[in-house]
């Protein structure tokens, strides 16, 4: 067999790719909630990692890694509120504001996970979130060590791409949601309140990007480390852009860039440098605003604070 | 005159909240704050040595964030200067080993100006001429071009073309003939300083004494109205952008040349990102970056003492900051604790004002 | 069948009173209009009835039922519908989507097929055909507007009111429009309709309130008026005609030629359709015409701000097209901008910063230095002669009243001592003093013979000062009458289009 065969024949790449998609589709899924509602959310980063570090640290104290999960999520969720409270109450500048938020949550994290766990690190006992077979499909050749044997979450991921596909696009508050970030003040005139939806739209993305904090520490690994989230905040941002600031858009564009990096270890195997590759996604993105394969266009009103005059 | 105190005080208030926020969490977290502070200052500026480490530190930072400062003043938003300031070390850095043969005088200038060409192409006349021409927006062109120069950076230490013989992954060191040197009468104080000191007087001249400058400012503050004047916008976009990056690019430069001497992986822990900050507080005024910069600086220089002498984690400066640059952007909520009620413009330009 | 009554609103922003004393009695089943011209207070009062701004003092009462609007929910609720001159439509969402916004058919699933049903069976039940799943953005004008109605017919209105409906609407899109009017008349929905313009509230209204200075002066049936009366009302009765400034004495040669000049807006359609004139040397060449109408974009095209399509634009006999902003600027055609925050001042620079804003050349810099101690006197000197108060030269722009302001604009654009003046709409929104010392700087322009291109949507600035009026419609030039024969009368006809098969014009080749 050829050593491209030998690459790219192996499921072992695609249920790698889907795994190193999910914690960027989670963020991506959170940041499209975000912005719809026109809040710039580039805070992603940081609400991971507040989810990475509290997903441990209650899963290790509880010794349970559903409320390790339950924990990280909301953490990046209450985080999130601070940038939702700069922007709407305080119309602050969104982007500098999301800096801040990371410049913080990487210092406190950090900080915590010195102070409360010293040099040691996180417990080795710390529980993992399951990895789950489904017996039917995971008999089937090929497909099935790809999409029958994963983690429990990279399953969640899926179901919340769908239903927030759902949200957004089939339900009223969807509808809503999307009013809010396109025309505030049309919105405004009809009745709908601006501000506690733009909150709403925040505090998913928090929600969401901290379940994907989780997924980094307690489902691909049982552990913390200091800035573990390796600028996925960041690729996240990008895949929703890349993704047109859609759900199914945003997974799709995870996928690519999940299958960039699982691309990239398995051609280090065969001496391709990693790095050429990882560049692969941000170089996308660029394209993709420039308008080469697909203009992709925010929501019209997205990072513009909505100051209603009375 | 009311708004040159507000240039300066609300800064000020953003430290004391940032300050004041650190404290209460370190006092939670069970440790003296008061010594910690201590600690941080003396480790900071406690002795002549310190005090040439901290300004040492913030060379980098007063430069990018010169850069940043002069996009944010023609109304961009450069948030990749951590990937220009990559390229300027590359470029820097590969002169600097590659021409042996040069005489200082030629070495030292061409590894800084072609890093700043570097740093320039780089943040500026890709993102701002996509900015200009198809309205892709900075703030995610230059983030992503960033990320795309330090995989690049990478790329070239880690196995490739720029990797110095051996198992380390960093460049050959710079030659004697592109060394900048520290200074005599204070060996931590690095010669790049100077060349600080230059800039900042360079920038201020540009930006508040030459027609240049004037237009763009003009740009940032009303792009119709800079229109209705006569100028061009979009060359602008690309001139500030490139300005920005080219600041970035010497920063990386003066950083090989005068500190580091040589590339390695390891380099730059998102010196990009505080000068932004750097710039935010200093509210975009070259005089005041150089102040702002030596305070981040020093915050980062102290958090070693900090933690020797109180055994507070380095990473609370960095939580200090995060809250510092929370609360510069949201200094609405100064103005509304006094007035009680919210002006009536949008923030965005005036954080960037 | 419902009745919508106002009484002694107030409302006061920081330094203006927008609405004094405001009284309102509408009818059921009539088309009440309420006519004034620009900054009378129709606006403020329109924000008020749904719910956007809180009134001072003073009572909204629906059915003699006295109504507090906290919100536009709140005026929704009681069915008070809106259609705003700038449309509330999400131009990303679909007809249906927009219709329902706010008052879907249930909470949780958006029916989609259901809710373009209801919206589909709405609009052919008024006879206003629309496609419910078509994107806004990509219909006309007209057709949005179509929807904000459908969009208050959707929401139940009890009262239905229009803001300014006709403003962006061609002719035939007017008409289509007065007969939904009258539909919606004939079901019995009051109206209220919001205008400036005397022919069309003589065509639709049944009733007539007349606001001047944010206070209603005037409530008449529509039937006993005649156009003059209205327009007296309108002004103030002895504004109009009265204290005529001396005609010009010597006009001069051409100073600037516009031939068959095509200009497109932001949205690639002809504003300016061909369009041909000149103005000379010693006269003020007054340009009237509803808002909309290409104005806007003939000025930016002369002052060098907007392509030009086709045609010729020449200054002193020479073409313009190679010629930048600046080059206009240094040939002698400087511009007052209609939006003096947006586009005329830089409003966070100084006094200085901005007097030398579209011109760096000396005293203000040398050798591409700025020269700070020439450029504060030459600015001292400006802001004293043109009476800029305060005459800080290091004041902000911003700090300055609205007058102030554009006094400052004058100044710039005057001291580069410009042939031609461009100045539009150079008195919106100014108090008396401020109104009086503009047009004395614009009379001593042209009596110092250089040209004045003055354009205005009030009526009555250019028969105060035009020497020769235009008057634009629908991206031409209708109509060209020396000032001795024009009247409020002919122009405001004219202005809406209908005259001109019988007008005798330099219409030229169109």
New interface residues.
């Given amino acids: 067999m050829s050593v491209v065969g030998q690459v790219f024949g192996n499921p072992e790449l695609y249920a790698s790719t889907l795994a190193m998609a999910t914690p960027l589709a989670l963020p991506a899924l959170g940041g499209t909630f975000s912005e719809r509602t026109g809040v710039v959310n580039?805070a992603m980063e940081g609400n991971m990692l507040v989810g990475a570090f509290f997903g441990v640290m209650i899963a290790a104290a509880t010794h349970s890694s559903w409320l390790g999960l339950l924990a990280g999520a909301l953490a990046g969720g209450i985080l999130s509120l601070?940038l939702a409270w700069?922007a709407i109450r305080?119309?602050?500048?969104q982007?500098?504001?999301g800096?801040?938020?990371?410049?913080?949550?990487?210092?406190?994290t950090?900080?915590?996970f010195?102070?409360i766990y010293g040099p040691n690190g996180t417990p080795p006992n710390t529980p993992f979130l399951p990895t789950v077979t489904i017996p039917g499909l995971y008999q089937i050749p090929f497909i099935g060590p790809i999409l029958g044997q994963q983690n429990v979450l990279v399953y969640i991921m899926l179901l919340l791409v769908v239903v927030s596909h759902y949200v957004l696009f089939?339900?009223?508050?969807?509808?809503?949601m999307?009013?809010v970030g396109?025309?505030p003040?049309?919105?405004?005139?009809?009745?709908?309140n601006v501000a506690r939806l733009r909150y709403l739209g925040v505090f998913l993305g928090g929600l969401l990007a901290g379940l994907g904090g989780v997924f980094l520490s307690i489902g691909l690994l049982n552990s913390f480390d200091?800035g573990m989230t390796d600028?996925r905040g960041?690729?996240a941002?990008?895949a929703m852009?890349f993704g047109k600031w859609t759900p199914l858009g945003s997974l799709g564009a995870a996928l690519l860039f999940g299958f960039a990096t699982a691309l990239s270890f398995a051609l280090q195997g065969i001496g391709i440098?990693s790095?050429?590759v990882?560049?692969l996604p941000?170089?996308l993105?660029?394209i993709a605003?420039?308008?080469l394969i697909g203009?992709s266009r925010?929501?019209?009103a997205d990072g513009?604070?909505y100051?209603?005059?009375? | 005159m009311t708004q040159r105190l507000r240039g300066v005080l609300m800064p000020l208030y953003a430290v004391v909240t940032g300050l004041i926020l650190g404290a209460v969490?370190m006092a939670v977290?069970r440790y003296n704050p008061w010594s910690a502070y201590v600690a941080l200052f003396s480790g900071a500026f406690g002795n002549l040595s310190a005090i040439g480490t901290t300004i040492t530190y913030a060379v980098p930072l007063v430069l990018t964030g010169l850069g940043i400062a002069l996009a944010f003043r023609a109304g961009l938003?450069n948030?990749g200067a951590e990937g220009q300031y990559w390229m300027g070390a590359i470029v820097a850095v590969w002169i600097g080993y590659h021409f042996a043969a040069w005489p200082w005088y030629i070495h030292i200038p061409v590894a800084a100006l072609a890093a700043m060409l570097a740093g320039a192409l780089w943040g500026g006349v890709?993102p701002g001429l996509?900015k200009a021409f198809?309205g892709?927006?900075e703030?995610?062109?230059t983030?992503?071009?960033s990320?795309?120069a330090i995989?690049?950076g990478?790329?070239l230490l880690?196995?490739?073309p720029m990797m110095a013989p051996g198992f380390i992954p960093q460049s050959p060191a710079v030659t004697a003939s592109a060394t900048i040197p520290y200074a005599p009468w204070l060996p931590t104080l690095t010669g790049g300083f100077w060349i600080t000191l230059v800039v900042i007087a360079l920038t201020h001249i540009l930006l508040f004494h030459t027609t240049l400058g004037y237009k763009l400012r003009a740009v940032g503050a009303n792009a119709a109205a800079a229109r209705y004047g006569g100028m061009n916008v979009a060359w602008f976009t690309v001139l500030s952008l490139g300005l920005s990056g080219a600041l970035a690019g010497l920063a990386g430069a003066l950083q090989m040349l005068g500190v580091e001497g040589q590339l390695s992986d390891t380099f730059s822990s998102g010196y990009g990102?505080t000068a932004?900050?750097v710039a935010?507080l200093a509210r975009n005024n070259p005089i005041g970056i150089l102040f702002s910069g030596i305070f981040f600086a020093a915050l980062s220089a102290g958090s070693q003492s900090m933690q020797i002498d109180s055994g507070v984690?380095p990473?609370?400066?960095?939580?200090?900051?995060?809250?510092?640059?929370?609360f510069?952007?949201?200094?609405?909520?100064y103005t509304?604790v006094r007035v009680r009620r919210?002006r009536?413009t949008?923030?965005?330009g005036e954080?960037?004002a | 069948m419902s009745t919508l009554e106002i009484r002694h609103l107030r409302k006061a922003f920081p330094g203006v009173i927008a609405n004094d004393d405001v009284n309102l009695l509408v009818q059921s089943g009539e088309t009440h209009a309420i006519l004034g011209e620009n900054g009378a207070g129709k606006s403020t009062l329109i924000k008020m009835i749904?719910g956007?701004?809180?009134p001072d003092q003073g009572e909204i009462l629906i059915d003699g039922e006295a109504r507090r609007f906290d919100?536009?929910?709140d005026a929704?609720?009681v069915g008070i519908g809106?259609v705003?001159q700038h449309f509330?439509?999400?131009?990303?969402?679909t007809v249906a989507?927009n219709v329902v916004?706010?008052?879907?058919l249930?909470?949780?699933?958006?029916q989609?097929s259901k809710t373009e049903a209801a919206v589909a069976e709405i609009s052919r039940s008024f006879g206003l055909p629309l496609d419910p799943s078509a994107r806004v953005r990509d219909l006309s004008v007209g057709m949005q507007q179509r929807i904000e109605i459908v969009?208050a017919l959707y929401r139940k209105v009890r009262i239905l009111i229009l803001d300014e409906p006709t403003a962006v609407l061609t002719p035939q899109e007017t008409r289509e429009l007065f007969v939904v009017m009258r539909q919606l008349k004939a079901e019995g929905i009051p109206i209220v309709f919001i205008s400036h313009k005397l022919e069309e509230v003589r065509e639709i209204a049944d009733t007539v309130t007349v606001m001047r200075l944010g206070k209603t002066v005037q409530t008449h049936p529509v039937a006993g008026t005649t156009s003059a009366q209205l327009a007296n009302w309108m002004v103030g009765r002895d504004v109009v005609f009265s204290d005529h400034p001396p005609a010009s004495t010597g006009i001069g040669d051409t100073l600037l030629e516009v031939d068959r000049l095509t200009v497109l807006d932001e949205r690639k359609v002809q504003a300016v359709r061909a369009l041909t004139f000149a103005v000379r040397a010693g006269e003020i060449y007054g340009v009237a015409g509803i808002d909309g109408n290409g104005q806007t974009e003939l000025v930016e095209a002369i002052a060098g701000l907007r392509p030009v399509q086709s045609g010729v634009i020449r200054f002193q006999g020479r073409s313009l097209a190679k010629v930048g902003v600046r080059g206009r600027l240094r040939a002698g055609i400087s511009y007052v901008p209609q939006d003096r925050q947006r586009d005329g001042l830089v409003l966070t620079f100084t006094l200085t910063e901005n007097l030398m804003l579209r011109d760096l050349s000396r005293p203000f810099s040398r050798g591409g230095f700025l020269t700070r101690k020439a450029a504060r006197q030459r600015a001292q000197e400006l802001l004293t002669e043109f009476d800029v108060r305060p005459d800080n030269p290091s004041a902000l722009a911003g700090s300055l009243s609205g007058g102030n302001q554009q006094k400052v604009i004058l100044a710039r654009e005057v001291a580069s001592r410009p042939k031609l003046l461009i100045a539009v709409q150079p008195t919106r929104g100014l108090d008396v003093g401020a109104i009086e010392g503009i047009h004395r700087q614009l009379l001593r322009l042209r009596d110092e013979g250089n040209a004045v291109l003055l354009v205005s949507l009030e009526l009555e600035e250019i028969l105060a000062l035009a020497d020769r009026i235009a008057v634009m419609h629908a991206g031409q030039i209708i109509t060209e009458l020396p000032r001795d024969q024009a009247d409020i009368e002919t122009i405001g006809l004219a202005m809406t289009g209908e005259r001109r098969a019988a007008v005798t014009s330099e219409e030229g080749s169109t």
């Fill in positions: 580039i601070s700069a305080l119309q602050a500048d982007v500098v504001v800096m801040a938020v990371n410049l913080f949550a990487a210092g406190i950090a900080f915590l010195n102070t089939h339900t009223t508050l969807g509808l809503r999307r009013a396109e025309h003040e049309a919105s405004d005139t009809v009745g709908i200091v600028g960041y690729i941002l990008a852009i440098s790095n050429l990882a560049m941000y170089a993105t660029i605003l420039t308008g203009r925010p929501p019209a513009i604070p100051a209603p005059t009375k | 969490i977290a938003f948030i890709i996509t198809v892709a927006h703030v995610i062109t983030m992503m071009l990320y795309i995989f690049f990478h790329y880690e196995q490739g990102y932004i900050v935010l984690s990473y609370m400066t960095d939580v200090i900051t995060g809250i510092i640059v929370f510069v952007a949201a200094d609405r909520l509304y919210a009536p949008g923030a965005v954080v960037r | 749904s956007l701004y809180q919100t536009p929910r929704i609720h809106v705003h509330m439509l999400i131009p990303a969402l989507e916004l706010g008052s879907e249930s909470k949780g699933r958006f989609r969009k």
